[in-house]
């Protein structure tokens, strides 16, 4: 086979550097490099480069900024929603993340997608082109949150987050992490929700050695899944349950658990927050949390083999 003549670069005069730059913000571009540099027909140096180049709305949209460090992406966030939403004098912003609105009108029904912006103050649902802004509540205003499953027109069942503001019905909004603006917003709403609607602990017969938010990794054939929810730990079982689930997703009894450690690396609630439970029955299973030394301790505590070991 005769060797392929060399890749020359080209030019479309068309093409300004403002078209360009309208590109990489708006839908950003991947790189991918593989070079070797020889000195006398002699590799020397390997470079392999895979970057993503994108504004940074792009970035934050589809969450490619998850390696960075807290500070960093709450930075990052900060500013895009402050030149998106015109933060108030001393509003910050808590999460910004792809989703939408659904709008329920007398003739027309169907979600209107855009961006949900959490702040301390407030929940805004934003359209980008044209700007606008879908719909927005104060959070002193919300009475009620949680989630909803729904059924797509081709057959999947996704979660939704609906809110309830005081005076109004509900309103369906989606997001990229329904479960984590669930849990997001129902921390920002503590004290005003309505005694009927915030998810409880999981109930259980036993008294609690713990119990509180965590998140699990459910195994699935596409693939594993962070779903967030609440666990009871007992002296005899751990029990973890969705918000959505008629029955719990998760019992484990703890004289399966052989050991617990944590991971390094990120997870839903941030760096160093995952937990690997080693059990004689289903393997390792998989646990996140907000404060993971403390739930570290509490699973080792009860498991009679960690305890012993």
């Given at each position: 086979?005769?060797?392929r003549?060399p ?5 479309d005069?068309?093409v300004?550097?403002?078209d360009l730059?309208e590109?990489?913000?708006?839908k950003?571009?991947?790189l991918h ?5 020889a000195?006398a027909d002699?590799p020397?140096?390997?470079v ?7 504004g ?14 807290e500070?960093?992406r709450?930075?990052?966030e900060?500013?895009?929603a402050?030149?998106a939403l015109e933060?108030r ?5 808590i ?5 939408g609105h659904l709008?329920?009108?007398d003739?027309y ?5 855009g961006t949900?912006?959490l702040?301390?103050q407030r929940?805004v649902?934003?359209?980008?082109e044209p700007?606008e802004?879908l719909?927005q509540t ?14 797509t027109?081709?057959g ?8 309830t ?11 990229r ?5 669930h849990d997001l917003?129902?921390?920002a709403?503590a004290g005003?929700l309505a005694?009927?609607?915030p998810?409880?602990?999981?109930p259980?017969g ?8 965590l ?5 699935r054939?596409?693939?594993p ?8 730990l007992?002296a005899?079982?751990l ?9 719990p997703?998760l019992v484990?009894p ?7 450690r944590r ?12 937990l ?14 907000d404060?993971p030394?403390?739930w ?14």
């Amino acid at each position: 086979m005769a060797d392929r003549p060399p890749m020359r670069p080209t030019r479309d005069p068309r093409v300004t550097l403002d078209d360009l730059v309208e590109v990489l913000l708006n839908k950003g571009a991947v790189l991918h490099l593989d070079l070797i540099v020889a000195v006398a027909d002699i590799p020397l140096v390997g470079v392999s480069i895979r970057a993503a180049v994108a504004g940074m709305e792009t970035m934050l949209e589809y969450g490619m900024m998850r390696h960075w460090d807290e500070a960093t992406r709450a930075w990052a966030e900060r500013s895009v929603a402050r030149r998106a939403l015109e933060l108030r004098e001393g509003e910050g912003v808590i999460r910004t993340m792809s989703g939408g609105h659904l709008l329920k009108g007398d003739v027309y029904k169907g979600w209107r997608p855009g961006t949900v912006h959490l702040t301390d103050q407030r929940l805004v649902v934003l359209r980008d082109e044209p700007r606008e802004i879908l719909w927005q509540t104060e959070l002193t205003a919300v009475r009620g949150v949680r989630l909803v499953p729904e059924r797509t027109v081709g057959g999947e069942e996704r979660l939704r987050v609906e809110v309830t503001p005081a005076g109004g019905g509900p309103e369906l909004l989606s997001a990229r992490a329904p479960e984590e603006l669930h849990d997001l917003l129902t921390r920002a709403c503590a004290g005003r929700l309505a005694p009927a609607l915030p998810h409880g602990p999981v109930p259980d017969g036993d008294p609690p050695l713990a119990q509180g938010q965590l998140w699990f990794q459910e195994p699935r054939r596409s693939g594993p899944v962070w779903r967030g929810g609440q666990a009871r730990l007992t002296a005899d079982r751990l029990v973890w349950k969705s918000p959505v689930d008629s029955r719990p997703a998760l019992v484990l009894p703890t004289a399966d658990v052989t050991g617990v450690r944590r991971l390094p690396g990120y997870g839903p609630a941030g760096e160093g927050s995952v937990l690997a439970v080693d059990t004689t029955a289903d393997g390792e299973v998989r646990l996140a949390a907000d404060d993971p030394v403390a739930w570290e301790q509490r699973l080792n505590a009860a498991s009679p083999v960690a305890a012993v070991g």
